[in-house]
């Protein structure tokens, strides 16, 4: 080290000289000390305050340029050095180099560079500022297409600079997709396949852009699901198709409630793509080798591949190709997992039939062909102690087939809802949620299950319990609409009475205070229908509910819907059989606010207000 310290001051003179050959010395003997401790040299580097000299050092006509760019890059490997080469300024010369001819050079700087920029806000702050990332694209572009190893090497280093600039910066890795280096990687995938370590560097530069909303535009403007899957074919290690599939996972992704509508179309044309390109029969063979395996490397390669395979069920027109009317052989095969002994199958087959089960036709075709039996079987293993996960991927697929009309009576009479009522034990929320919404379903339109359901004693007293589960908003709202839909498909006094005896009513009532006004629509029209059928059983729940002062909040609120204030006005009228609301009505002064509503813009409410208002002045 004393030798270094000996270098060190050598070079203080000789950069100011510029005596090549000396100066060559001095940085060869800096390369070997590196070399052989790096963090010891970068300390004394940095006491020297040599760093400041090196600036004047990085020169394009300089023979020694690449030399000074090495140890830059060698120097900045160590964390604490990253900050100092940017105060020293080194950024902005560093960047001027990268307009060399000189192959080596190029190397050096883009290595140098990337180090710089390593978890370095400074760093790449830095660079971004001088404009080094728009040189480094052009620079791919333009080198793209030559295969000779010393280029590839250089695609390498300068792949490598981008991502550490840009990683996990989302502002950054924007900049770089508006340069438009998705292509750019896209076609470089393509010609350098061949080239593991660019291969490599790929790879993770697409699974970091990939996760930004505005990368699917690009991404589905390109190749890539060809590229992509022509690699994975080509892989046979367990790390190397895990690096792909970390690609796949995002570019597969399904669509954000927040997407725009341009984004869900670029989202869906990938997963198109991804299709077309044979993805999918290269994850069934996956499936197909690793399903007997307990390895733990193959457990994984299973979950992932078959997790992928859903994710591509959710683009319409994939889910449509890979159906083919219930005859494909990827419908054929995913059918094939619900009965296995794999876990991982079964949640992976039950969610693809919910996915394949979005549309009126696949679910008639699917009912029709057994897989409801196929289901309940997989739903009856899972009673007892069942997989949550399973439990709710199977009843998210019942829920979806029970949409159609034509589907309501044959689930019916397979004994769905029999199957579906044995999870009523349940304690976990994303199960209630699932089961509450298959026999809402299944319920629509069907007078005699609405009321053999609405009879079930312990089924109504659950519900009640889950609609002050306030912890889970979902539940505690399908709670209150399976409540309803009771009362309005049935239309039954004894489901009522049952659900007044349950302590039903005063849910009903908050529920007619929602913010959903579909929410609120079913409540009214239920709360009407037990005013007109069953009005003496429910009075005292329905005055301790004050469901006559939310009433008149809802017609006095200008912001309520016209059907909100038609249905509330059809229920006043519904309720003066009683006499100890109808006196409530009377003391709060309804007529004003009913004859207001006489001249709305809307008919039915102008109608309904008037025969409300002839109603309420005979009575009073």
């Known amino acids: 080290m004393d030798n270094l310290s000996d270098t060190l001051k050598k070079l203080k003179i000789t950069a100011v000289d510029r005596t090549e050959d000396s100066l060559e010395g001095c940085l060869d003997c800096l390369l070997q000390a590196l070399a052989q401790n790096n963090m010891e040299t970068s300390e004394k580097i940095q006491g020297s305050g040599i760093l400041q000299l090196f600036a004047s050092l990085l020169i394009p006509q300089s023979a020694c340029t690449a030399k000074v760019a090495n140890i830059i890059a060698e120097v900045a490997k ?185 984004t869900q179309l670029f989202k869906d044309a990938i997963k198109l793509q991804l299709v077309e390109a044979g993805l999918v029969e290269c994850l069934l063979e996956i499936v197909q080798q690793k399903v007997d395996s307990d390895k733990e490397d193959d457990i994984a390669e299973l979950k992932t591949a078959s997790d992928l395979m859903v994710l591509l069920l959710l683009g319409d027109e994939s889910m449509q190709k890979l159906f083919e009317g219930g005859k494909g052989n990827v419908f054929q095969r995913v059918l094939s997992w619900i009965p296995s002994n794999n876990h991982q199958l079964q949640l992976a087959g039950a969610l693809a039939i919910a996915n394949f089960a979005r549309n009126d036709g696949n679910c008639i075709h699917m009912v029709d062909n057994g897989i409801v039996e196929k289901l309940m079987d997989l739903l009856g293993r899972h009673v007892e102690e069942g997989n949550v996960t399973v439990q709710h991927a199977a009843l998210s697929a019942l829920r979806n087939l029970a949409i159609p009309v034509v589907n ?102 908050t529920m007619a205070t929602s913010e959903h006004v579909i929410m609120q629509n079913e409540a009214l029209v239920a709360l009407a229908l037990i005013a007109a059928l069953e009005l003496g059983t429910a009075e005292k729940d329905l005055e301790s509910a004050k469901l006559v002062q939310i009433l008149h909040k809802l017609l006095a609120d200008e912001r309520s819907a016209p059907e909100i204030k038609y249905n509330s006005m059809v229920l006043i009228c519904a309720l003066m059989g009683s006499e100890s609301l109808h006196k409530e009505v009377q003391d709060l002064a309804f007529l004003d606010v009913i004859s207001k509503l006489r001249s709305h813009e809307n008919k039915s409410v102008a109608q309904q207000a008037s025969l409300t208002e002839q109603r309420l002045t005979v009575e009073s």
């Open 78 to 262: 160590n964390e604490f050095m990253r900050i100092p080469c940017v105060d020293a300024g080194l950024i902005s010369p560093l960047v001027q180099l990268l307009n060399s001819k000189d192959q080596e050079v190029l190397l050096q700087t883009g290595r140098a560079l990337g180090n710089i920029c390593y978890d370095s806000h400074e760093g790449r702050s830095a660079v971004d500022q001088a404009g080094g990332a728009q040189i480094v694209i052009d620079h791919l572009r333009s080198l793209c297409s030559i295969t000779d190893p010393a280029n590839e090497k250089l695609l390498t280093v300068f792949c490598g600079m981008l991502m550490n600039y840009s990683n996990e910066n989302d502002s950054l890795q924007a900049q770089l997709i508006n340069m438009g280096v998705i292509p750019t990687l896209v076609k470089l995938l393509g010609i350098h396949c061949q080239n593991a370590a660019l291969t490599e560097m790929c790879l993770v530069a697409f699974g970091n852009l990939a996760e930004l909303e505005s990368s699917k535009e690009q991404f589905a403007s390109t190749n890539i699901a060809e590229e992509l899957v022509k690699l994975f074919k080509k892989q046979i290690e367990h790390d190397k198709r895990e690096m792909i599939f970390e690609v796949l996972a995002p570019l597969a992704e399904n669509a954000a409630v927040s997407d725009t509508f341009k």
């Open 408 to 509: 309501k009576a044959k689930m019916l009479s397979a004994g769905v809802t029999e199957a579906v009522l044995k999870f009523l034990k349940s304690e976990m929320p994303p199960v209630q949620f699932k089961l509450l919404g298959t026999l809402r379903m299944l319920i629509d339109a069907q007078a005699e299950a609405a009321e053999q359901l609405g009879k079930n004693v312990k089924l109504v007293e659950r519900l009640v319990e889950w609609c002050e589960a306030k912890d889970h908003a979902g539940v505690m709202g399908e709670s209150n609409r399976l409540l309803s839909a009771l009362i309005r498909h049935s239309k039954s006094k004894d489901v009522i009475k049952t659900i007044v005896q349950s302590g039903g009513i005063k849910h009903l009532v």
